[in-house]
């Protein structure tokens, strides 16, 4: 662990794994959306797609996304659905019920500066790191520290915040 708030460093085996993993389904949805004929079927994977990333990225990439190298290159991953978010927003047959299945996408970047805001913070206020309660364990997943309500407090903004982005178009 490094004491400096924002550092760069080499990518871990962790972050291989998970970016490798991400870009493979990355890839994979492309091909499935683009072969597939169910529009509903493409609306639904492309709005999990979206919003999964952002859950899953703030529950098991938190201690990740402190190491800058990391955030960058899912900054980058950012700029990719901002891409895709701009090339299928006009089409009306992603439309969803409370809205178009791409809006996820156009998140991705905003989401990942707030949470290294909510990372700050938690530095600023409590002078401990973000962390995530774990529903296994009494300590999180990583740092092995006793997750306070407070990280609760920050998991349930930062959920709600995605869902809301998520389904306002």
Not at 12 to 29: C, E, I, R, S
Not at 49 to 71: A, D, E
Request: aromatic share 16%.
């Amino acid at each position: 662990m490094t004491d400096s708030t924002y550092y760069f460093e080499r990518l871990n085996t962790f972050d291989k794994w998970t970016l490798g993993l991400y870009t493979l389904l990355t890839l994979g949805l492309s091909f499935y959306f683009v072969n597939e004929l169910n529009v509903d079927t493409k609306a639904s994977a492309i709005f999990m797609y979206g919003l999964g990333t952002h859950l899953i990225l703030y529950m098991f990439c938190y201690k990740s996304l402190r190491n800058l190298t990391v955030f960058a290159i899912w900054i980058l991953f950012g700029l990719l659905h901002l891409l895709a978010y701009s090339k299928l927003k006009d089409d009306i047959a992603l439309q969803m019920f409370k809205g178009h299945s791409t809006t996820p996408l156009r998140n991705t970047i905003p989401l990942l500066i707030f949470y290294q805001v909510l990372r700050l913070v938690s530095l600023k206020t409590r002078g401990q790191e973000l962390v995530v309660p774990n529903r296994i364990s009494r300590t999180d997943m990583f740092d092995e520290r006793q997750p306070t309500w407070v990280d609760f407090v920050y998991l349930i903004i930062f959920w709600t915040v995605s869902i809301l982005f998520s389904l306002t178009g």
